[in-house]
C-alpha cells in the first residue's frame, strides 16, 4: 500500500509539471519541502519550532529556491506575500522531539483560511491528517468539515489505507476559478 507521504509526493510530482511556488505551512523534518525543491519548484516554509526550521535549513541547503520562518502559521500573513500554486499541510507533531507541540484546529483553520486568499485559481491545498494522534481525529473532522463547505474552493480526491477509519487521510481541494 503506498504510504500518505508518497501519495502525496507523486500527486505532486504529476500535476506540478512547470516551476511552481508551494508553501509548506508544517515544514517538520523538512522531507517534503526537500521533495518539492528536487523537482524545481520554490519552497516557502514554516514551522512553530525552531528544531524544525533548523533540520529543514540542513536538509535543503543544496537548494536555494527556498525560504523558511519560524512562526505559527495562523500569522502566516506576515511573511507570504506571494501568490502560490500549491499549499501543503501535514499536521501533528515533530518526529523525534516534543510530541506536545502539535498542530491545533484553531491554528490550522486560522492558516488555511490565510492561505486560500493567497492561492491562484486552481491552485491545490494537500492536507495529510492523522487521526490516531491525541486530538487527530476532532482536529481532522474539524478541517475536512471546513474546506467541504468553502466557496472558493472544490474537492479533488483523498487517500487513505484500507480497513482502519482512523488511518492517516490525505484531502486535496482545488481553489475554484472565478474568472471570466
Ligand atoms: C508532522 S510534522 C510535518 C512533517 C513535514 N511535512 C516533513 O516533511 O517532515 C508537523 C509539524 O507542524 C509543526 N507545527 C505545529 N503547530 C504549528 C503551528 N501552529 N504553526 C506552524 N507549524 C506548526 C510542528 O512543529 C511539526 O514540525
Known amino acids: ?24 505551512l508544517t515544514l517538520g523534518n523538512g522531507n517534503d519541502a ?6 524545481g519548484h520554490r519552497v516557502l516554509g ?21 525560504v523558511f520562518h519560524q512562526i505559527d502559521h495562523a500569522h ?11 499549499v501543503l499541510m501535514n499536521n501533528g507533531y515533530l518526529p523525534y522531539a516534543d510530541a506536545h507541540i502539535t498542530t491545533t ?5 486560522n492558516a488555511l483560511e490565510k492561505s486560500i486568499e493567497r492561492l491562484r485559481p486552481s491552485g491545490f491545498l494537500i492536507i495529510t491528517l492523522y487521526r490516531k494522534q491525541d486530538g487527530g481525529l476532532n482536529e481532522a473532522q474539524g478541517i475536512e468539515a471546513y474546506l467541504r463547505q468553502n466557496k472558493k474552493l472544490r474537492y479533488n480526491q483523498s487517500y487513505t489505507y484500507d480497513n482502519d477509519e482512523l488511518a492517516p487521510l490525505v484531502l486535496i481541494f482545488q481553489k475554484v476559478d472565478e474568472r471570466p
Open 105 to 109: 484546529l484553531e491554528s490550522s483553520l
Open 34 to 39: 526537500l521533495f518539492c525543491l528536487q523537482m
Open 1 to 24: 500500500m503506498l504510504r500518505v507521504t508518497s501519495f502525496v509526493h507523486r500527486f505532486i510530482k504529476d500535476v506540478f509539471t512547470k516551476p511552481s511556488v508551494i508553501l509548506d
Open 76 to 86: 502566516l500573513d506576515r511573511v507570504i506575500q506571494e501568490d502560490l500554486d500549491c
Open 46 to 66: 514554516l514551522d512553530i519550532q525552531a528544531l524544525a526550521i533548523e533540520r529543514s535549513e540542513r536538509k535543503c541547503i543544496a537548494y536555494p529556491k527556498h
